[in-house]
């Protein structure tokens, strides 16, 4: 099974402090997209930021980045300057777009935000 | 971005009863997707949903117990059948669209 893992089951950060959460991966393919996603206490899943593997350049979303390194399989999001409202369950997930086209999520980290 | 509502929201239901749960989105999409949640855990795919055509069903998941319909391109539903207190998890419709999955509020479904 092709899967995705996230190691960290809980992280905290400091107020406008800069955390790191890890994501590796597992695939045959070339060609596949890489999401980071946010699950507030609402349940909501909300897409957080998106990368596709071709592109070597890594994705930014104002204070979110992501540090991916296509032959070592790994795509770690970065958070800087950690607001309250940041606090919440990440999934790192994978989309495969050959023929089984499906998002394949990891277990997910717990971030809590200290004030 | 994709609009995804979803019906009902939440549920309280009793042993060997069936829940239907409904997905509607803002425009046509191919593909839907129905995920589960389990408490504390991660989202598992349940199936793939494309108008037309049966369902795929991913291992582990059978359409006896979770029958699908898509009837149309902006629609699908997902029964939960006979259920079981291992059945109390979070049930997500999800599109793929623009190179992007969104993901619709969930049904938090308790069975008793």
């Known amino acids: 099974a092709q899967t995705v893992t996230q190691s960290q089951p809980e992280m905290s950060v400091q107020e406008a402090e800069t955390v790191t959460l890890s994501c590796t991966y597992d695939t045959s393919e070339s060609d596949y997209y890489l999401f980071w996603y946010k699950q507030p206490p609402s349940r909501q899943m909300i897409l957080v930021i998106r990368q596709e593997a071709y592109k070597q350049q890594n994705a930014t979303e104002n204070r979110f980045s992501v540090n991916f390194q296509k032959a070592a399989k790994s795509f770690s999001l970065k958070i800087s300057d950690s607001q309250l409202g940041d606090a919440a369950m990440y999934f790192c997930a994978r989309f495969s777009s050959g023929s089984a086209r499906q998002l394949t999520f990891g277990s997910g980290t717990q971030l809590t935000v200290l004030p | 971005s994709a609009v995804i509502s979803q019906k009902p929201s939440r549920d309280i239901c009793q042993r060997g009863t069936s829940l239907t749960i409904q997905c509607q989105v803002d425009s046509q999409v191919t593909m839907m997707f129905w995920y589960r949640q389990q408490p504390g855990q991660s989202l598992t795919l349940i199936a793939t949903?494309?108008?037309?055509?049966?369902?795929?069903?991913e291992s582990g998941f059978v359409i006896d117990k979770f029958p699908i319909s898509r009837p149309n391109l902006t629609f699908s539903t997902l029964t939960v059948s006979n259920m079981s207190p291992e059945d109390s998890s979070i049930y997500l419709c999800?599109?793929?669209?623009?190179?992007?999955?969104?993901f619709g509020p969930g049904t938090r479904l308790t069975v008793t």
């Open positions: 999800s599109v793929w669209r623009n190179y992007e999955q969104y």
């Open positions: 949903a494309n108008q037309g055509s049966e369902a795929t069903y």
